[in-house]
Each structure stands twice: as structure tokens, then as C-alpha cells.
């Protein structure tokens, strides 16, 4: 079993900024593609951005160059810089990991989701 736990969000003034984290824990024998997801009221849940195993990003238009997406593998853990923040980026964000587990079954996992809200 693979547990992940997220942090980072909350509430921001237009044109600021917050960093998500998502630290993943458990049975892990190696962690694949990393990815972000959001979900905003009365929507559904959208894709905004992935890294590979190797280090390659894909983006949202939306959110290209604003949002950066990274991964440190001897944590775990996949980050998501959001800058120049927008009121249309308020959402729940998820983070959705591909995790080869111990016992050579892969598997994606979710966050339990993290609240960010943008608004003066």
C-alpha cells in the first residue's frame, strides 16, 4: 500500500504565489509519470501538468509559464510552483501518482486534495 499526503495550499491574492507538495509513502519500488490535477466548483477535474521518470514536463496551456512542475525522487515527493497566480486557478488541487509498487504491480494513487483559493 502507497499513502500520499499533500500540503501547500490556501488562500492568495491575485498575482501571488503558492508551492503544493505531495510526499508519497508505502511499498514503493519506483515512482513513474507524477502529475497534478485540479477540480474546481460545479467542473469537472482537469489535468494541469505531468513529469515523466526522466524529467519531462507537459503543461495546460492555461497555466504555461506560470506553473512549474518538479520531482524529487530520494523524497518522493512531486511539487507544483504555481506564480502569478489567477482567481480562475481557485480549484482543489490533486496530485496522481503512477507508482510501480514492491510487489511489481503498478498502480496510480491520488491526494486527498488541497484547497487553493485565489482572491483579494
Known amino acids: 500500500q502507497v499513502q500520499l499526503v499533500e500540503s501547500g495550499g490556501g488562500l492568495v491574492q491575485p498575482g501571488g504565489s503558492l508551492r503544493l507538495s505531495c510526499a508519497a509513502s508505502?511499498?514503493?519500488?519506483?515512482?513513474?509519470?507524477m502529475s497534478w490535477y485540479r477540480q474546481a466548483p460545479g467542473k469537472q477535474r482537469e489535468w494541469v501538468a505531468t513529469?515523466?521518470?526522466?524529467?519531462?514536463?507537459n503543461y495546460q496551456d492555461s497555466v504555461k509559464g506560470r506553473f512549474t512542475i518538479s520531482r524529487d525522487n530520494a523524497k518522493n515527493t512531486v511539487y507544483l510552483q504555481m506564480n502569478s497566480l489567477k482567481p480562475e486557478d481557485t480549484a482543489v488541487y490533486y496530485c496522481?501518482?503512477?507508482?510501480?509498487?514492491?510487489?511489481?504491480?503498478?498502480?496510480?494513487?491520488w491526494g486527498q486534495g488541497t484547497q487553493v483559493t485565489v482572491s483579494s
Open positions: 496522481n501518482l503512477n507508482i510501480l509498487e514492491l510487489t511489481r504491480l503498478t498502480t496510480n494513487y
Open positions: 508505502g511499498s514503493i519500488f519506483k515512482l513513474n509519470a
Open positions: 513529469i515523466s521518470s526522466g524529467g519531462d514536463t
